[in-house]
């Protein structure tokens, strides 16, 4: 399971806040919603994440093994 933990302390550490990301950055309130929820987003989100706060992809998201993941 893909967890966004990371990205809210990152946030957190950083200027930027809700606010800013929507207003100023045009990252949509229901893509912020998907990282508040753990839900799928897309690479190009995560990339564009990376970008503004100026870190890396762990600093965003991890992964955590899950019974819930698909079996493969």
């Known amino acids: 399971m893909i967890n966004y933990s990371p990205f809210w302390e990152t946030l957190e550490k950083s200027t930027e806040n809700w606010y800013t990301l929507t207003e100023f950055h045009k990252i949509s309130s229901s893509t912020l919603s998907r990282f508040k929820h753990d839900k799928a987003v897309s690479t190009k989100t995560i990339n ?7 870190c890396k992809v762990q600093d965003v998201m991890q992964y955590i093994p899950s019974d819930q993941d698909q079996k493969l």
């Open 48 to 54: 564009d994440m990376c970008r503004i706060l100026d």
